[in-house]
């Protein structure tokens, strides 16, 4: 009689775990915040995956505008998904990602980077224009090759009288 009563209370623990295991599972709680790619250029988009969040909610961050998150339809884990575009002015650096889901919060640190932009178009020149030497070297160059080509014509002209 002993072994059957804890059969019984064995069984009854059991299907009270088993069936509250699905119920916690279905609670909005984000556990998994998916920055893509993880190092990314002002202007740029960014694609955010957020684990545990079945009905969708917000993420912000300093690098870029508060962000819809929509819940992805047939995923397995009951994610939600947004795209954010990193603002112009965003300093490089490492930026957080907070998600507000269901009534619950999560940050994640230092979830992406934010590299600056180089000035390109100048070719390593500090001042705009020509200076006085460049011109000097560019006339000097110029006075050769008139004198070069003035050679050249006037001993094409001698051999022609031959």
Not at 45 to 68: I, K, Y
Not at 96 to 101: A, F, K, L, M
């Amino acid at each position: 009689m002993r072994n059957s009563r804890a059969l019984a209370v064995s069984a009854a623990a059991v299907a009270a775990v088993g069936l509250a295991a699905p119920a916690a599972v279905a609670w909005d709680t984000p556990s998994n915040i998916v920055a893509l790619p993880s190092v990314i250029a002002r202007g740029g988009q960014l694609t955010v995956t957020v684990d545990g969040c079945r009905t969708g909610g917000h993420m912000t961050s300093n690098a870029f505008p508060q962000t819809t998150l929509t819940a992805i339809s047939g995923s397995s884990r009951e994610s939600a998904k947004g795209t954010a575009t990193i603002n112009r002015h965003a300093r490089p650096g490492a930026y957080d990602i907070t998600v507000h889901c269901g009534g619950k919060t999560l940050t994640r640190p230092a979830a992406f980077t934010v590299i600056g932009g180089v000035r390109g178009g100048l070719g390593g020149s500090s001042s705009s224009g020509a200076t006085p030497t460049d011109m000097a070297i560019g006339g000097a160059l110029v006075a050769a090759a008139a004198v070069g080509g003035g050679v050249f014509w006037m001993r094409r002209r001698a051999e022609k009288q031959i």
